[in-house]
T-cell receptor
Framework: KQEVTQIPAALSVPEGENLVLNCSFTDSAIYNLQWFRQDPGKGLTSLLLIQSSQREQTSGRLNASLDKSSGRSTLYIAASQPGDSATYLCAGNPYSGAGSYQLTFGKGTKLSVIP | KAGVTQTPRYLIKTRGQQVTLSCSPISGHRSVSWYQQTPGQGLQFLFEYFSETQRNKGNFPGRFSGRQFSNSRSEMNVSTLELGDSALYLC??????????????FGPGTRLTVL
């Protein structure tokens, strides 16, 4: 059974700082790994999707990496801004011979960027 | 292109009642998944529908059920509501299933409160 862990649970940084959020997963048999952002009381916004054959993906100030062999993914946020304050979730999309298709989520990292 | 829409956005019910939540996927998306989010358990997979068939189900009691229509819209139903069913229910859609290219897009959620 896939388990996803995100460390730290909460992070507070001053504006302008570069930061890294960590995600680890137990089963390397995944289709892909997706990073999401969730604002309080809202749905999830997809940030980046890394396919199993890829090592990283970039979108603007965001860069996500995937290392299946070690079961780790990181989300790098450059030059953080107060608007980046949110909870960041990573989710693995495992596959099995039975065609199981679902996302397994970590508990998230709550990021606060202080002006 | 419109995103995933969910109705209603908020619901208040009492124990023992039943409730139906609706989800309209992004146009052209055929896979719809449902997730429950609570502060204690985080995001947990409920079920996935593709081509009007339930393809995968999470570890929830039979009180939780769903269906998908020919236009890919989906509904989930919870019968005999319990206090512990209070949660944010999120729907996600994707273009296809079983592919590393498959990105999940989430709706804003339905906040269910059971009194």
């Amino acid at each position: 059974k896939q388990e996803v862990t995100q460390i730290p649970a909460a992070l507070s940084v001053p504006e302008g700082e570069n930061l890294v959020l960590n995600c680890s997963f137990t089963d390397s048999a995944i289709y892909n790994l997706q990073w999401f952002r969730q604002d309080p009381g809202k749905g999830l916004t997809s940030l980046l999707l890394i396919q199993s054959s890829q090592r990283e993906q970039t979108s603007g100030r965001l860069n996500a990496s995937l290392d299946k062999s070690s079961g780790r993914s990181t989300l790098y946020i450059a030059a953080s801004q107060p608007g980046d304050s949110a909870t960041y979730l990573c989710a693995g999309n495992p596959y099995s011979g039975a065609g199981s298709y679902q996302l397994t989520f970590g508990k998230g990292t709550k990021l606060s960027v202080i002006p | 292109k419109a995103g995933v829409t969910q109705t209603p956005r908020y619901l208040i019910k009492t124990r023992g009642q039943q409730v139906t939540l609706s989800c309209s996927p992004i146009s052209g998306h055929r896979s719809v998944s449902w997730y429950q989010q609570t502060p204690g358990q985080g995001l947990q997979f409920l079920f996935e529908y593709f081509s009007e068939t339930q393809r995968n189900k999470g570890n929830f009691p039979g009180r939780f059920s769903g269906r998908q229509f020919s236009n890919s819209r989906s509904e989930m139903n919870v019968s005999t509501l319990e206090l512990g069913d209070s949660a944010l229910y999120l729907c996600a859609s994707s273009l296809r299933r079983g592919s590393s290219y498959n990105e999940q897009f989430f709706g804003p959620g339905t906040r269910l409160t059971v009194l």
